[in-house]
């Protein structure tokens, strides 16, 4: 099995899911979220979504009638393009607010008395503290653009999490691993 475990929310014990649920609501260093730079994204989705309905809504409209459309639906869907585009239109913007809302709040990286965790909705990339060997830390200084740090755990088994996160994170990812090396040496 491999150690950097790909899970869901669900997976985790009630415990673990608790603290993780905590740090992700919480307003300290433990969670760096990088949800805004997905919404963009998720919000041009929609956007084009309900413009695509209402084109074709309004093309509908004004070819058929709404009265019309309603009757002869069937019939309709052979002969023009704009029911499906409408259709089409409405489950692409179902489904990207669906995704948004899944999502909200719950994207970026997350560090617990347990793991360091990559949140991704309701999937998760965890790596356990007690299974890291080995802590790559990169800062990374750009001129046009701020400032961040690359973080790799590898873990014992070769595996590896890759994190993009600020300083602050990244020394509290360190300090957590070396507590759980010192309790394991410890314990040993």
């Not at 760096?32 to 309004?58: C, H, K, P, Q, R």
């Amino acid at each position: 099995m491999k150690q950097v475990e790909r899970t869901m929310w669900s997976n985790l014990s009630e415990p673990e899911r608790a603290e993780l649920l905590e740090v992700v609501r919480g307003k300290d260093d433990r969670y760096v979220s990088d949800y805004l730079d997905a919404v963009a994204f998720w919000l041009l989705g929609v956007i084009a979504g309900v413009a695509g309905m209402v084109a074709t809504g309004v093309m509908l409209e004004g070819d058929f009638g709404f009265d019309v459309f309603a009757q002869n639906l069937p019939r309709l869907l052979w002969e023009s393009i704009y029911p499906p585009g409408f259709i089409a239109s409405a489950v692409v913007t179902v489904w990207i607010a669906v995704t948004w809302i899944r999502n909200h709040k719950r994207r970026g990286v997350a560090v617990t008395s347990f793991a360091t965790i990559r949140v991704k909705g309701r999937k998760l990339i965890l790596l356990r503290h007690a299974h890291v060997a080995d802590v790559k830390r990169t800062l990374w200084v750009g001129r046009n653009r701020p400032n961040y740090t690359e973080l790799e755990l590898h873990a014992k088994d070769g595996s590896k999490l890759g994190l993009y996160c600020t300083g602050n994170f990244a020394n509290i990812v360190q300090e957590r691993i070396g507590a759980v090396r010192g309790e394991t040496a410890n314990a040993a």
